[in-house]
């Protein structure tokens, strides 16, 4: 592809490509916006550096894709209540995650797709990872792709958020824990069909897949344990090195990504916002 007012560097083969030429903390004109999203759309997480982004930037930047998704678990403050505040502090022993997963799918309609901003990041370590989820697919079989071509699965919040689950005890980042809180479930193709590119993507994760419709748990583990292990293989996968002021934006309907728990001293602060998707067919 051709791009006449960014430039477009990939940085592995699989997916991810860093986008220069522009400051994204200011109004971005149709044009050049319409070849971020083409970037975006065609390598599935672009990356931007030497960003300086204040709170109305960066939700004004994530509205340019799609209308904010308000996160409907993780604890939010301040007077922008779709802006989540991602912090690890010295001491946490648990992050945000730190399992492979592919954002919020325990909604009907996930989020397609999330913008992170480096507020505060140590000097080494806590890399993001981001794995295609159309090679996934490709990759395998014709007698796997028929086998799943008419699964669905049921994806849910039980393990992530709720009193049952855990989660703060160990972390900074804090999920609904209170007595009103309730489990979201939602169905989806194991396939799913990206509607702007038309490629077909894996579409099980190991946050909020919790089994095949129709099938127990322990019916669904072992397809589902092989589906996840082969899903992250590092041929799939692109490594971002964050520094203060990097901005991500990946596309939630055909990658999976997981946050790099490997540095524990420092702070890492993010602020994300994410974008409304619709349902996956």
Same mark, same amino acid.
């Not at 007077?79 to 989540?84: Q, S």
């Not at 127990?216 to 203060?244: G, I, N, Q, V």
């Not at 490997?262 to 890492?268: A, I, M, S």
């Given at each position: 592809?051709?791009?006449?007012?960014?430039?477009?560097?990939? #940085?592995?083969?699989?997916?991810?490509?860093?986008?220069?030429?522009?400051?994204?903390?200011?109004?971005?004109?149709?044009?050049?916006?319409?070849?971020?999203?083409?970037?975006?759309?065609?390598?599935?997480?672009?990356?931007?550096?030497?960003?300086?982004?204040?709170?109305?930037?960066?939700?004004?930047?994530?509205?340019?894709?799609?209308?904010?998704?308000?996160?409907?678990?993780?604890?939010?403050?301040?007077?922008?209540?779709?802006?989540?505040?991602?912090?690890?502090?010295?001491?946490?022993?648990? #992050?945000?995650?730190?399992?492979?997963?592919?954002?919020?799918?325990?909604?009907?309609?996930?989020?397609?797709?999330?913008?992170?901003?480096?507020?505060?990041?140590?000097?080494?370590?806590?890399?993001?990872?981001?794995?295609?989820?159309?090679?996934?697919?490709?990759?395998?079989?014709?007698?796997? @792709?028929?086998?799943?071509?008419?699964?669905?699965?049921?994806?849910?919040?039980?393990?992530?958020?709720?009193?049952?689950?855990?989660?703060? @005890?160990?972390?900074?980042? @804090?999920?609904?824990?209170?007595?009103?809180?309730?489990?979201?479930?939602?169905?989806?193709?194991?396939?799913?069909?990206?509607?702007?590119?038309?490629?077909?993507?894996?579409?099980?994760?190991?946050?909020?897949?919790?089994?095949?419709?129709?099938?127990?748990?322990?019916?669904?583990?072992?397809?589902?344990?092989?589906?996840?292990?082969?899903?992250?293989?590092?041929?799939?996968?692109?490594?971002?090195?964050?520094? @203060?002021?990097?901005?991500?934006?990946?596309?939630?309907?055909?990658?999976?990504?997981?946050?790099?728990?490997?540095?524990?001293?420092?702070?890492?602060?993010?602020?994300?916002?994410?974008?409304?998707?619709?349902?996956?067919?």
């Amino acid at each position: 592809m051709s791009y006449d007012r960014i430039t477009v560097s990939p #940085i592995a083969g699989a997916l991810g490509a860093e986008i220069g030429g522009v400051d994204i903390s200011r109004p971005i004109d149709n044009a050049t916006f319409a070849e971020i999203r083409r970037a975006w759309v065609a390598n599935l997480v672009i990356f931007f550096r030497g960003q300086t982004l204040d709170d109305e930037a960066l939700t004004a930047f994530g509205r340019r894709f799609a209308p904010l998704f308000r996160h409907p678990n993780l604890v939010t403050e301040g007077p922008y209540p779709d802006i989540v505040r991602i912090r690890r502090m010295p001491g946490d022993q648990r #992050i945000v995650g730190e399992d492979w997963h592919t954002d919020t799918t325990c909604m009907r309609e996930p989020p397609c797709g999330a913008v992170l901003y480096a507020v505060d990041v140590p000097p080494y370590g806590g890399d993001t990872l981001f794995a295609n989820q159309y090679l996934a697919y490709e990759t395998l079989s014709g007698g796997m @792709k028929e086998r799943l071509s008419n699964l669905t699965a049921v994806h849910s919040d039980i393990t992530v958020a709720g009193p049952q689950a855990g989660r703060n @005890k160990h972390r900074s980042t @804090k999920v609904r824990e209170d007595a009103d809180w309730r489990e979201t479930v939602a169905e989806h193709p194991v396939v799913r069909t990206h509607p702007e590119s038309g490629r077909k993507a894996l579409f099980v994760n190991r946050s909020y897949t919790q089994r095949f419709s129709g099938m127990t748990a322990e019916e669904s583990r072992p397809l589902l344990d092989f589906l996840w292990e082969h899903a992250t293989r590092p041929e799939f996968t692109c490594r971002f090195r964050w520094e @203060k002021g990097s901005v991500t934006v990946w596309d939630n309907r055909c990658t999976m990504h997981i946050a790099v728990n490997d540095v524990w001293e420092f702070p890492r602060i993010m602020h994300r916002v994410q974008m409304s998707g619709d349902r996956p067919v």
